[in-house]
């Protein structure tokens, strides 16, 4: 490998290659890197590679040259099948010739690639658990604070460009995220046909993991009481199996007119639609991070997740805790129970606050 340097002449760099294998909102709290990175070197063409569940999270970024997608699926399709997509992709990055690679996450594979590839420089966090193959992959490695839980996961990714002299400015760090023309078109089309153009409230309750998930009841008493500000109610979900059954919860227990579109939305579209919303309530997700990246204010209920490392970012918003001290203590409830009493507990009262605070401002 290279020998270690710190700062990159910038503009050398032709070609760049960024890595975020995980998941939605992870990808997207990664495209200020795509961002700052184009800024500090205008001439470099920046690549991503991702997930292919995860593409709408950078798809129609500005300042993204091409996108590169491993697909989930692969496994299920058999051996060679799986290989001739492994080999084809393959050949597409050595085809692009980076200078540089950009790798954010523990994955092994982009230690794997970044071997095979041979870029010029390459960063990476130092994980000494992953013994001397994956110290003498990079070039770089990023040395994260100890406590990493009080560091935004934001400010984690673009340590990256740090490590190599690039310190980006305050505001050239917030997200992107382009939901598109034909998702914008059928979103005005739902506000115009639910009469929704002079505002409204976001609230999309659930995530995939449950754990993080206020109680129904709890969500159902604070949209009723949400009636009296006057603005319409809309309700989003994902269309999977446990988030829909606990929509279905959520509904059978309020009394207040809601606009329900639950199950209806891409990731595009849900942007689309926050876009327009006066206030989004949620939980850790992705689609809480979708509403920050469109600028909405965010009232956002936390419980055994860190909201310092994944709160909204670069939004007016309000985070509301209890005050568990073992709380974020990133288990999946209570002893692994799926039950995190730190939000089971959390006051109905203390969110209605949150809101009107945010309205009223």
């Known amino acids: 490998m290279p020998a270690m340097i710190d700062v990159l002449p910038l503009s050398e760099l032709r070609r760049a290659l960024v890595i975020k294998l995980r998941h939605h909102g992870d990808v997207l709290l990664t495209s200020p890197v795509i961002s700052v990175l184009k800024a500090h070197a205008p001439q470099c063409e920046i690549d991503a590679l991702i997930y292919a569940d995860t593409a709408p999270m950078l798809e129609g970024h500005p300042d993204l040259a091409q996108l590169h997608l491993i697909d989930r699926k692969w496994k299920r399709q058999g051996l060679l099948a799986q290989a001739r997509a492994e080999w084809a992709l393959f050949q597409a990055l050595r085809g692009r010739q980076y200078d540089l690679i950009i790798h954010l996450t523990e994955h092994r594979r982009g230690a794997w690639l970044t071997r095979l590839l041979k870029p010029r420089w390459s960063v990476a966090p130092r994980l000494r658990r992953?013994?001397?193959?994956?110290?003498?992959?990079?070039?770089?490695?990023?040395?994260?604070?100890t406590n990493t839980s009080l560091r935004h996961t934001v400010e984690k990714n673009l340590d990256a460009l740090r490590r190599v002299g690039i310190h980006p400015l305050p505001e050239e760090r917030g997200l992107t995220l382009v939901p598109g023309s034909a998702a914008e078109q059928r979103v005005e089309g739902l506000t115009i046909g639910h009469d929704l153009g002079s505002g409204f409230i976001h609230i999309h309750p659930g995530s995939r993991w449950l754990f993080k998930c206020w109680p129904p009841e709890r969500m159902a008493s604070l949209i009723d009481q949400l009636a009296s500000t006057g603005y319409p109610l809309v309700l989003t979900g994902a269309p999977e199996a446990n988030e829909m059954a606990m929509m279905a919860q959520i509904k059978s227990r309020i009394h207040a007119p809601v606009v329900d579109l639950s199950g209806q939305l891409s990731l595009k579209e849900l942007a689309a639609l926050t876009r327009r919303a006066k206030l989004f309530i949620g939980v850790d997700s992705a689609p809480m991070h979708i509403a920050a990246a469109m600028g909405t204010p965010v009232v956002v209920l936390f419980g055994p997740s860190g909201d310092k490392e994944w709160?909204?970012?670069?939004?007016?918003?309000?985070?509301?805790?209890?005050?568990?001290?073992?709380?974020?203590?990133?288990?999946?409830g209570c002893g692994g129970s799926k039950v995190s009493d730190c939000l089971t507990t959390l006051p109905v009262e203390r969110v209605v606050v949150a809101c009107h605070e945010l309205l009223m401002g």
């Not at 709160?311 to 999946?332: A, L, Q, Y």
């Open 130 to 145: 992953r013994g001397e193959f994956w110290g003498k992959s990079f070039t770089h490695l990023i040395n994260y604070p």
């Open 311 to 332: 709160g909204p970012w670069m939004t007016r918003h309000r985070v509301v805790t209890t005050n568990h001290t073992c709380r974020p203590c990133g288990r999946d």
